[in-house]
């Protein structure tokens, strides 16, 4: 979808202050040497189980977010918050904590529940709702956390380590220092089962043991013969849908794209997932940064975009390709084009 008089205004980002280290998770016994020389991961944040839930992360990125995004809390018709997992509690509404911990009022709330693309599912699905209503404002975070005994951050899934953060973004049809040029999402239902696994459960945490994406995707593609070589390839389609159709409705090509913002993963997936299908240089990307945050779930694509327009060497007129997929199999693409540097930029 092209968008026109719609900008970013606000970016935030939360991050625990306690550090796991790779080599302490080999110590412990929780990863191996191979892994952590495959993947590149050098660290995650911890969050506390106390104060440090999904949500309370996403109430500290919005309140970031909503202080730079020069818009007043009564302008804020929509909240949308995206998570992957547990957000602090069962049977609640979170996104209905973030909205009257950060802006109040009486503006919609959703929340999005589609994988590591959730954050950016609610960004699109709030571009819609901004566009439609002038002078107004939406409120989008994500958060995650992973922890024992639900989810063993460094084994749960392969070639990606699971780190605990949260961001947020305001989009504005008024003001903003990057215009939000065009969004798009594809979806492929049909590899749904990748990440589903066999049978059903009453509940979360059924069987009493960690969740093992591995072991879903493993049963998934040991099916039948050639089913990894198919999966990879409609993955690896559908990725240069998305990011073609986003390009198109931008009026711009992938070589005026100055930067990739992209999930954390381990170099395998950067590099064979993102970075060389889209033909991006190593510093181009986010990849090296992630290194010591790992994948925070539904939260890396707006921490690493606060990341990169809060201290990278970003011009006005660049273009960034934001890309997410997630469970489900959803893809999401944005492209924005940087109109100032807002003041709270860190440059060297």
């Known amino acids: 979808m092209r968008w026109d008089n719609l900008y970013l205004a606000g970016l935030g980002a939360y991050l625990p202050e306690a550090v796991e280290t790779a080599e302490q998770a080999v110590a412990a016994g929780r990863y191996t040497e191979e892994e952590r020389l495959a993947n590149g991961i050098r660290a995650v944040r911890v969050a506390r189980l106390e104060d440090e839930s999904p949500a309370q992360m996403a109430v500290g990125a919005a309140l970031r977010a909503v202080e730079r995004s020069e818009h007043t809390a009564g302008e804020f018709g929509l909240v949308v918050h995206g998570g992957t997992g547990h957000q602090g509690q069962e049977f609640w509404t979170p996104a209905s904590y973030v909205q009257d911990h950060t802006v109040r009022g009486s503006g919609a709330t959703a929340e999005v529940r589609q994988g590591s693309d959730s954050g950016l599912i609610g960004f699109e699905l709030a571009a819609s709702w901004v ?34 953060g949260g961001g947020a973004a305001v989009l504005s049809s008024r003001t903003g220092f990057a215009r939000i040029r065009s969004s798009a999402t594809v979806s492929d239902s049909t590899l749904e089962p990748v990440y ?37 390839g409609r993955m690896t389609e559908n990725l240069h849908a998305v990011v073609g159709r986003a390009l198109r409705d931008a009026d711009c090509e992938l070589s005026d794209i100055g930067y990739l913002v992209h999930a954390n993963t381990g170099f395998p997936v950067f590099e064979w997932g993102f970075r060389k299908p889209l033909g991006f240089a190593p510093g181009q990307t986010v990849y090296e940064w992630g290194r010591d945050y790992g994948h925070m779930g539904a939260a890396d694509h707006f921490v690493n975009l606060d990341h990169l327009v809060g201290t990278a060497p970003l011009k006005v007129g660049d273009r960034v390709l934001t890309v997410g997929v997630g469970t489900g199999v959803v893809w999401t693409a944005v492209v924005l084009e940087m109109l100032r540097i807002p003041s709270w930029a860190q440059r060297a």
């Open 131 to 164: 566009a439609s209503r002038p002078d107004t404002a939406a409120l989008v975070t994500a958060a995650d956390s992973f922890h024992l005994p639900y989810v063993e951050r460094w084994t749960a899934d392969h070639q990606q380590v699971f780190g605990d």
């Open 196 to 232: 589903r696994g066999p049978g059903w459960t009453a509940g979360p945490f059924a069987q009493g043991r960690p969740v093992s994406l591995r072991s879903r995707k493993l049963d998934y593609l040991s099916a039948r013969a050639g089913r990894l070589e198919e999966t990879v």
